[in-house]
Every structure is written in structure tokens, then in C-alpha cells.
């Protein structure tokens, strides 16, 4: 097994590695050791003591929800990928499933192994049409093998593994309105408890994990749990997915240590375009608060973002200038956040489009300063709210009327200044 994390070996033009490619690199020598060689406890173990905890923007520790599925399930249990990624500004999973589609197979099949779940179902955004050939493929490939498929595994159950091209919405990103869309129904988030783990795709045992926190299980393994923690600077282990994109000069994704310090995350996407100044950053995707030049020094994970007033959700960087009118991009993501919601819940429903149409009359020189406190009404109705969307929707919205309010005032006196009324 090579040094360095098997992320290392994607390809910049994201070819998906061949089967037989992949093993030359040490691919699939963690599911074998696994299957033969250790117990599933003894993985969550593992996992636990890497630290790992989910990629898909919660933060929640991967072995202890692991550790929620029964040991010894009477019927079928599932292990959903969650791989819908709608989120503007995120592209990791997509990297990931097209460049080492393998990489994300086998930890699913370790993580399957673990939880004695006999189903995966890999959940693919249908815009991601390169990710399903890709993840098909190694599918394909890996039951040829004998990978995966009826008695793949030695003494005990086969492991069946589908792929679902989603046709859903940004909801579908939610573990329970993605397995809502499984059954064939209309994405909402399901009431709590029961959790997933008791009762959730058919009625079953069931975990839902995010592409890039499966695509970390193989390097746990083959280096153990703490020396793959110990590759992260801080509290959280091991490595991140992070990415890039706006004003940047090379946007895009890379592989650092968990903790990288915001101002490096920046610097290894080429810094901003020349002759731009740093107006705010969203350190976690589009849900997630802006920040600016005092947070650049903070460390990229899960605490040191919550402590600079933000969260680090995804670890996707979106970066805004001096060039872009803030109530415009802030229109624009409310826009999207009032589109995407499922439409169950009040705040939701009706007070996302409301934020996005008073943010739409600032950019048409039409806001007034009651309109103000009426946002940062809707702001504090997210408490109120079903599920996570709307909590997500006005964390840009709450930190921008307060570290764009120049350009919210500036709009008041006499319209937009970067011209966009």
C-alpha cells in the first residue's frame, strides 16, 4: 500500500482508473484485509479511534453512527451514498466519483462489511452523467471480480450494490428525503425518530453517508486509525477534500490536512485574480456564513470554523471580490435556496421566496430600510423550521446583512454601485 492517500492517484482530466490499474496501486487491499483478516467491530473501531466524521457538511463521527446499526439484522439492511451534491460551489464528490470511482466502491463495501448491511444503493445527482458511467463501471468491474455480488464475501452474505441516478432537487441531500425518493415518493425529510438506523429505506436498517467520507475508509485501514488522524492538524483527522471557486485564479479541488488554515486553502487555488481584494468567503458551500480576511488564519475544520462565526460544512471555499455587488450574490443564492425547498414547512416555503424577492428590490433600487429588519426576521424564523434547509438558506443571508451592510446602505441612498439595478 502506497504512502500517500489513495486520493493522490486522481488523475487531473478525471479518467477513471481500470480494475486492474486500481490493484496495482494497492485498490481494494483494504476490503480484502478487512473481510479476512478482522472483525466488524473491529473496524468501527478503526474508524472511531481515525476520527473521521461525515464529508457531507454535518460533521457527525462516522464509527458512532455506524455504531447504530443492529449487529444482527433479521432481513436486509442498506447503506445508501449519498452522491446527489446540489450545493452550489460543491464539485468533491463529483471529482471523486468520476477520478477514483473505485476509491468510493471499496469503502462502501468496507463500510457495508462493518454495519452487516447487504444492500448499497449509490445515490448519483442525474446532472452527473460522467459519475454514473464512471461508478457503473467500477461496479461492473468489481462484481466480475467477484467483488461484490452473491458470496463475494467469504462465509457470510453476498453484497448486492445498485446505482439510482437521482431526477430529485437539492433536497434529496437530506438522508431521509433521499430515502423518501428511493421509495418512490415525493422528497421531504422525515419526521425523528425513529432514525434511519431503526427504520429507514422499506423499513429497514439503513445509513446514509456522503461520497467522500466512504472514499476515506480504505486509507483508515490500510494505515490505522491514528496514524491516518495524525495526519490532520488539529482535532478533526486525516485528510479533506477541499475546494475552490470564484475569485480565485485556479479554482478547483485538492487534496490537505484537515485544519489547513484558510488563508493556504486559499493560496493552493492560485490566491485571488490579480488586482482583486478579499470582499468575504463562504468557508462551507453556499450554506454557510460569510467570513473575511480575520478568519484567514483560522483552521479549516469543523471547530475553527465555528468559531471564526461560521461552518465548515463541506469544506468548499466560495470566494467573493471587490468586483461583485454582495446583494446581488446574495439574491442569487436566496434565489436558489427559496427554489430548492420541498415546500413542507412555513418558514420554508413562504419565507425563502419573501427574502429572495426583498433582496431582488435592493438590486432594483427599490429597498427600504424596513426591509432590513424584515430579513433579519425571516433570518430568525430558521429555529422554526422541519428539517436543516432553511437553517442552511440564511446563514449567507444573516452574516452578509451584517458584513455587507455598506452595500445594503449604499443601495438605500441611491442605488447599486457596481451597476447591477
Not at 490579480?274 to 468557508?283: H, I, N, T
Amino acid at each position: 500500500m502506497t504512502e500517500a492517500p489513495l486520493t493522490g492517484h486522481a488523475r487531473a482530466d478525471r479518467t477513471p482508473h481500470r480494475l486492474a490499474e486500481w490493484r496495482r496501486l494497492g485498490g481494494w487491499e483494504s476490503f480484502d484485509h478487512a473481510v479476512r483478516e478482522r472483525t466488524p467491530d473491529a473496524v468501527i473501531a478503526e474508524v472511531k479511534d481515525a476520527g473521521l466524521r461525515g464529508r457531507g457538511g454535518a460533521g457527525f463521527p462516522t464509527g458512532v453512527k455506524w455504531g447504530f446499526m443492529p449487529a444482527d439484522p433479521d432481513g436486509p439492511s442498506h447503506l445508501l451514498v449519498n452522491g446527489d451534491e446540489m450545493e452550489p460551489g460543491n464539485f468533491k464528490d463529483r471529482w471523486l466519483m468520476e477520478a477514483v470511482p473505485h476509491l468510493v466502491l471499496e469503502g462502501a463495501a468496507i463500510a457495508a462489511w462493518a454495519m452487516r448491511a447487504s444492500h448499497v444503493t449509490i445515490f448519483v445527482r442525474d446532472a452527473y452523467r460522467a459519475a454514473q458511467r464512471a461508478m457503473a463501471g467500477a461496479v461492473e468491474e468489481a462484481r466480475e471480480a467477484g467483488l461484490i455480488g452473491a458470496g463475494a464475501v467469504p462465509g457470510e452474505r453476498g453484497l448486492e450494490v445498485s446505482l439510482h441516478a437521482s431526477a430529485g432537487r437539492y433536497i434529496c441531500g437530506e438522508e431521509t428525503a433521499l430515502i423518501e425518493a428511493l421509495e418512490g415518493r415525493r422528497a421531504i425529510p422525515r419526521e425523528k425518530p425513529p432514525f434511519p438506523a431503526q427504520s429507514g429505506l422499506h423499513g429497514r436498517p439503513t445509513t446514509v453517508n456522503n461520497v467522500e467520507t466512504l472514499a476515506c475508509v480504505p486509507g483508515i485501514l490500510a494505515e490505522g486509525g491514528a496514524a491516518w488522524k495524525a495526519r490532520g492538524r488539529g482535532e478533526d483527522g486525516g485528510t479533506k477534500i477541499f475546494g475552490v471557486s470564484g475569485a480565485v485564479r485556479r479554482p478547483g479541488p485538492f487534496e490537505a490536512p484537515m485544519g489547513t488554515p484558510a488563508r493556504e486553502v486559499l493560496e493552493r487555488a492560485g490566491g485571488l485574480r490579480d488586482g482583486a481584494r478579499l470582499a468575504g468567503f463562504l468557508p462551507g458551500g453556499l450554506s454557510s456564513g460569510f467570513l473575511g480576511e480575520e478568519a484567514l488564519d483560522a483552521p479549516m475544520d469543523f471547530e475553527g470554523m465555528e468559531a471564526a462565526g461560521s461552518q465548515f460544512g463541506t469544506g468548499m471555499v466560495i470566494v467573493l471580490d471587490d468586483s461583485v455587488c454582495p446583494v446581488a450574490a446574495l439574491a442569487n443564492a436566496e434565489r436558489f435556496f427559496a427554489r430548492e425547498s420541498c415546500g413542507w414547512c412555513t418558514p420554508c416555503r413562504d419565507g425563502l421566496p419573501w427574502t429572495a424577492r426583498l433582496l431582488e428590490g435592493f438590486c432594483r433600487g427599490e429597498g427600504r430600510r424596513e426591509h432590513l429588519e424584515v430579513l433579519r426576521r425571516h433570518c430568525a424564523m430558521a429555529p422554526h423550521a422541519f428539517c436543516g434547509h432553511m437553517p442552511g438558506a440564511v446563514m449567507p443571508l444573516e452574516s452578509g446583512l451584517d458584513r455587507f451592510a455598506d452595500a445594503f446602505e449604499a443601495h438605500l441612498a441611491g442605488g447599486c454601485p457596481w451597476g447591477r439595478a
